[in-house]
């Protein structure tokens, strides 16, 4: 399983476009990207996921360059209720499907 | 509410004494995996399940640890002769045909 890298934590106040970068250097060919927001005591829960270029939800955009090295989550518009850990995972599809998570980034907004 | 539900929420027991928790999955859903967490870190893989057959444990998953999904429906996981370590949240997965993993609340396990 590839493994990620992105900021412990990022600062935003409402209003505001929050962008996360992940960096995958050893993404393989059938790895998607998959993004998950956590509250806390409450479970894991499915945002976005893509393969490459731009992938679009009700809840936010998932940018994958070419190289797709990196990714970028962008949260518009965030609100108090975005305060939350944002985890970046990067795995293959033919797999268990078992998840691999780093650390996260603990993203809060203020108003 | 058609959401993974787990029971208990909040688990405290004494050193060594045995635990077990509960995991309905989404009713569709085959696929159904076990995951550790500790504050401040994301979520740790312990095991999954395809049916009823467990087909793959981490090595986090000590002898102590058991899992078992009898019917392919809900699932338990046990923890026996407990230990202060073993604190933390404990959650469950399902998962459906878009690898899409659906994660229910958790149980907060303490031992003191």
């Known amino acids: 399983l590839a493994k990620t890298t992105q900021p412990i934590s990022m600062d935003s106040y409402e209003g505001q476009e929050v962008n996360i970068t992940c960096s995958h250097n050893?993404?393989?060919?059938?790895?998607?990207i998959t993004w998950y927001q956590q509250f806390p005591s409450q479970g894991p829960r499915f945002i976005i996921q893509g393969y490459k270029t731009k992938v679009t939800n009700e809840v936010a955009s998932l940018f994958i360059p070419a190289d797709r090295k990196s990714s970028t989550l962008s949260l518009p518009r965030v609100s108090l209720s975005d305060t939350a850990v944002y985890y970046c995972?990067?795995?293959?599809?033919?797999?268990?499907?078992?998840?691999?998570f780093g650390a996260g980034t603990q993203v809060v907004v203020t108003p | 509410d058609t959401g993974v539900s787990q029971d208990p929420r909040h688990k405290i027991t004494k050193r060594g004494q045995n635990v077990t928790f509960r995991c309905d999955p989404i009713s569709e859903h085959n696929r159904l995996y076990w995951y550790r967490q500790t504050l401040g870190q994301g979520p740790e893989f312990l095991t999954y399940f395809q049916n009823e057959a467990q087909l793959e444990k981490s090595r986090l998953l000590s002898d102590r640890f058991s899992a078992e999904r009898p019917k392919g429906s809900f699932s338990t996981l046990e923890i026996q002769r407990t230990e202060q370590g073993d604190s933390a949240m404990y959650l469950c997965a399902s998962r459906d045909s878009t690898d899409t993993q659906y994660f229910g609340p958790g149980t907060r396990l303490t031992v003191l």
């Open positions: 050893n993404i393989a060919t059938n790895d998607y």
């Open positions: 995972l990067v795995g293959r599809t033919d797999s268990w499907g078992k998840l691999q």
